[in-house]
């Protein structure tokens, strides 16, 4: 009676096996679509990306009990009283990427890949204040207060990866890439600039977080390959992580308070090659 249980959990273990393993059979027999385009030296392609942009960011210690002259806040609807912070925040704003993707291959399972691009996106900061004002002996007027600072940015990249693509199954292929990356801000603050009274004397200060132009940063991301007919189309996710401190420091109430800023983007990327 148990030879005959051990028999029939057999044959249906069998049959499973075999079940499971015909449609993996039939896509083994599938035909493959351009067999040979992993042996050519170097191919090029262009790559189109969603990204999100935002800043990672250390604050001074303590700085929530540091009182800010009001000049440090031109937008300061209190000139008379002085301002603290209380809190900042760095949201991520959605933008976008395109590119030229330039691939040579190392060797059988690596290439090396060099994709000079254009992002466009916008970095923002979103502030919490207060300011405390005396206006008796006995009497202090304290008020909260709200607002959100960004930077437009255009950037140029130079980002160089090496892409390590593990065994092509018919016509897919996952893979791993890390790099570094050279970036270019070619965007201007002009605009945020506004004249303030210090001393009895007209001073002009930008209304805003000012930010270093260049900046370079380490990558790692992952992704799949698709190959057609007559092209190969990818998707991609990577994350970007800025080495540089690239703030201006001022004596603003905008970075005062922060000791490093550095960049921090995430992308989605749409690859045709």
């Known amino acids: ?76 609807p209190n000139p008379d009283a002085v301002v603290y912070l209380l809190d900042v925040t760095s949201p991520s704003v959605p933008g976008f990427t395109v590119g030229i993707v330039g691939n040579l291959r190392l060797g059988k399972y690596f290439d090396f890949r060099f994709v000079p691009s254009l992002s466009f996106g916008e970095r923002k900061l979103d502030y919490t204040l207060k300011t405390s004002r005396v ?43 890390g790099g570094a990356n050279f970036k270019i801000d070619m965007a201007s603050q002009k605009k945020n600039e506004v004249e303030i009274i210090i001393d009895g004397y007209p001073t002009t200060v930008v209304d805003n977080i000012r930010v270093k132009k260049t900046d370079f940063a380490l990558e790692i991301g992952t992704g799949v390959d698709f190959y057609t007919d007559y092209f190969k189309f990818g998707i991609e996710v990577k994350m970007s992580y800025g080495l540089m401190n690239i703030l201006n420091e001022e004596q603003m109430i905008y970075s005062s308070s922060i000791e490093k800023l550095r960049n921090k983007t995430f992308q989605v990327s749409f690859t045709f090659e």
């Open 1 to 76: 009676m148990m030879k005959g249980r051990y028999r029939h959990i057999i044959v249906m273990t069998a049959l499973a096996v075999l079940f499971f393993a015909q449609p993996v059979m039939a896509q083994r027999r599938k035909p493959m679509n351009m067999p040979t385009y992993d042996e050519a030296l170097y191919h090029f392609g262009f790559l189109v990306a969603y990204n999100q942009m935002q800043y990672a960011m250390t604050c001074v210690k303590d700085y929530q009990m540091i009182g800010h002259e009001p000049y440090e806040w031109p937008s300061n």
């Open 135 to 177: 206006i008796g002996p006995d009497e202090v007027v304290v008020k909260h207060f709200n607002f959100m600072k960004s930077t437009h940015s255009t950037f140029v990249e130079f980002p160089f990866h090496v892409k390590y693509r593990a065994l092509r199954l018919n016509n897919f292929s996952a893979y791993l890439l």
